[in-house]
């Protein structure tokens, strides 16, 4: 009995897996949602600004395949980081938080991810650039408001497509 309920949970899980896979082909066109921003020296680059909390950026992570560089915002709200961990650690080479300096970020990925910080959304590219190695994908999935620096997320959206485009 436990065995046909394992099987049952297996392809539950494979079947949520390929519907989300397919759900994902609707975002394609969305701007600021999974956008493929350029492709450079095989390395791309994803604006994803639509990611506003930990929930969206964990379909995003789960729809990619890495390796990726995470360029990922600095939240005055607390976020579960162990609904990523498994995610994270599965695909992203490296994680760059950008804006304020955030702890619990910090200590929960960096002895099991390169972690780095940037203070503006600028560096933050800048960095990825120098960072990426060919096959890599840059993912900036902010994970939180964007209040704290724009008005909406698509003023960041756009704030960090004309940066890729000016800096890469």
């Known amino acids: 009995m436990l065995d046909a309920s394992k099987k049952h949970k297996k392809l ?3 079947e949520l897996v390929e519907n989300r896979k397919k759900s994902l082909s609707l975002f394609s066109g969305i701007e600021n949602r999974l956008e493929v921003i350029k492709t450079k020296d095989e390395v791309t680059w994803i604006n994803d600004s ?3 909390d930990i929930g969206a950026t964990a379909f995003s992570l789960e729809n990619l395949d890495g390796p990726l560089i995470w360029i990922v915002g600095y939240s005055e709200t607390k976020r579960n980081l162990d609904f990523i ?3 994270a650690l599965k695909k992203v080479d490296e994680i760059i938080c950008f804006g304020n300096f955030e702890t ?3 200590y929960y990925f960096a002895a099991k ?7 503006s959304l600028h560096d933050a590219v800048e960095l990825a650039a120098q960072n990426a190695k060919k096959g890599d994908t ?3 999935s902010p994970a939180c408001t964007s209040y704290l620096n724009y ?6 959206g756009n704030h960090f497509k004309e940066l890729v485009n000016k800096i890469i």
């Open 12 to 14: 539950v899980s494979a």
């Open 50 to 52: 639509k990611s506003t």
């Open 85 to 87: 961990n498994e995610l």
């Open 104 to 106: 619990e970020l910090k």
């Open 113 to 119: 991810i390169k972690y780095s910080h940037k203070a």
């Open 138 to 140: 840059i993912l900036f």
């Open 151 to 156: 008005d909406n997320y698509n003023q960041r």
